[in-house]
């Protein structure tokens, strides 16, 4: 427990991000261990700036606290993920950004879900795009392909009720805490999700939500599937982000065939077409068995 309290310490420090946070356990084999170093060694042996550890003190004196923060939050159904967990989604572990601590909520356990996509788009979908991002997530929910989105107004929460409807299981990614998500979750989506697969969030569970940490929560969505659908999005929207982290990542982005401005750009990229009325979970499984060469875990 005390490295978890130390990992979820470490994570509140601004600007410490997955690259550096790697590189601190590198250097001191533990967070327990680059706590007790302090700030001053951390600078010098892992090469990070003084002005990002100007919290750390501060974090380290807290480590017995927050480790009753965590038995409080595990009643109540809420824990801290870190990477060496069994039920860190392998998935996400497998991206060069994963975030050292997943706060998640729900009885999913993606690690042993066959295949799951990301069901993306804009808050202000037309009625049509509602209503094709419900078809296509209550056809994978009943696929058995998990349903992973960003609980937002428009096509996340159409593609969230459309996987409930088919009896599937779906995630939802929150760009904010995710006892703020259930507080403030539109219509009781966010409950419903938790209860129909999980909730998950980089961000510390009372955290507000953020221009920037809905942008910083697109990798997780893309890190979550093996595939991302985009049903109508923006050019400059959340979705085309989401798309954009998936390609680097090296996972296949598929779009339905639509006249929004980010469906356009993307296939003009070269993303994989949808049509309406196609199979698509079988259209799903042949998109990652081409990019991982026939073995969706690879």
Request: a negative charge; hydrophobic letters at 45%.
């Amino acid at each position: 427990m005390m490295e978890r309290a130390a990992r979820v310490a470490l994570s509140s420090l601004a600007g410490l991000g997955p690259v550096r946070f790697r590189k601190v356990l590198e250097v001191f084999g533990s967070a327990v261990g680059a706590l007790e170093a302090g700030a001053e060694e951390i600078r010098e042996r892992a090469g990070l700036p003084e002005s990002l550890l100007e919290g750390l003190a501060d974090a380290s004196g807290r480590l017995d606290s927050i480790q009753e923060e965590l038995a409080t939050l595990d009643e109540r159904g809420v824990r801290a993920l870190i990477w060496e967990d069994e039920d860190y989604p392998r998935r996400l572990a497998r991206i060069s950004s994963a975030p050292p601590v997943l706060w998640w909520a729900g009885q999913a356990d993606l690690n042993r879900v066959e295949l799951a996509a990301a069901v993306v788009g804009s808050r202000e979908a037309t009625e049509e795009g509602c209503q094709e991002a419900r078809q296509i997530g209550a056809d994978l929910g009943r696929g058995g392909v998990a349903v992973v989105s960003g609980l937002a107004a428009g096509i996340d929460e159409a593609a969230h009720e459309g996987a409930l409807e088919g009896g599937g299981v779906t995630v939802g990614v929150c760009g904010c805490g995710l006892l703020t998500a259930l507080v403030q979750g539109r219509g009781g989506l966010a409950g419903r999700v938790r209860e129909g697969g999980g909730l998950c969030s980089e961000l510390a569970p009372t955290a507000p939500l953020l221009p920037q940490t809905l942008f910083a929560r697109d990798r997780i969505i893309a890190g979550l599937a093996d595939v991302v659908i985009v049903v109508e999005a923006r050019a400059e929207g959340g979705a085309v982000h989401t798309a954009k982290c998936a390609t680097e990542e090296g996972r296949p982005v598929m779009v339905v065939q639509v006249p929004a401005t980010g469906n356009r750009q993307l296939l003009a990229e070269g993303a994989q077409a949808i049509h309406a009325g196609e199979d698509v979970v079988a259209a799903v499984r042949e998109a990652v068995r081409q990019a991982c060469g026939g073995d969706p875990a690879a």
